[in-house]
């Protein structure tokens, strides 16, 4: 069974462009959570939806806004992006059918702003 | 923040057995203990996690002291490419609650 695959794998962008990442689940997999990865700040949960509704949400900006799609793919898409939005940005799918979610990484995009 | 604390670094021969720890001594009845680890750039990567039993797969094992206040991730004979960054990670176990990740301790494999 495929991975979670995340799109682009890497990206540049200028201050006050926005940018749209995408991820793709595991077969099956109904919920995606997104984090961000920074040196400073660490691994910090972002969002997560679940059938086609954000479910949880980290203390983020307004600016950091995701949705999924019927078919549990799901992207997430930063405006007017800032130099401290530069980090590796990780999708995180689980089944949701059970109690117990153990959450299966991407291998993340890594978004650099200049 | 994380409700977990582990070393900031630790060094293991290949072949070896590396054993990390986890302090996790305000763990709640219903969390459970997962662990993950992050090679290079890559995206985190899940190992094992367990409630109060130990749990063994073919990655690695998880010891969880009886008064689950600290564990043990186990990888029994340690390789090159299990050197990463290892998280434990302390997590309600009902409903699909959010990863907190802590600094995670950095496993250096030495040959």
Known sequence: ?114 | DAKTTQPTSMDCAEGRAANLPCNHSTISGNEYVYWYRQIHSQGPQYIIHGLKNNETNEMASLIITEDRKSSTLILPHATLRDTAVYYCIVRVGAGNTPLVFGKGTRLSVIA
């Open chain 1, 1 to 114: 069974k495929a991975g979670v695959t995340q799109t682009p794998r890497y990206l540049i962008k200028t201050r006050g462009q926005q940018v749209t990442l995408s991820c793709s689940p595991i077969s099956g997999h109904r919920s995606v959570s997104w984090y961000q990865q920074t040196p400073g700040q660490g691994l910090q949960f972002l969002f997560e939806y679940f059938s086609e509704t954000q479910r949880n949400k980290g203390n983020f900006p307004g600016r950091f806004s995701g949705r999924q799609f019927s078919n549990s793919r799901s992207e997430m898409n930063v405006s007017t992006l800032e130099l401290g939005d530069s980090a590796l940005y990780l999708c995180a799918s689980s089944l949701a059918q059970t109690h117990q979610e153990t959450q299966y990484f991407g291998p993340g995009t890594r978004l650099l702003v200049l």
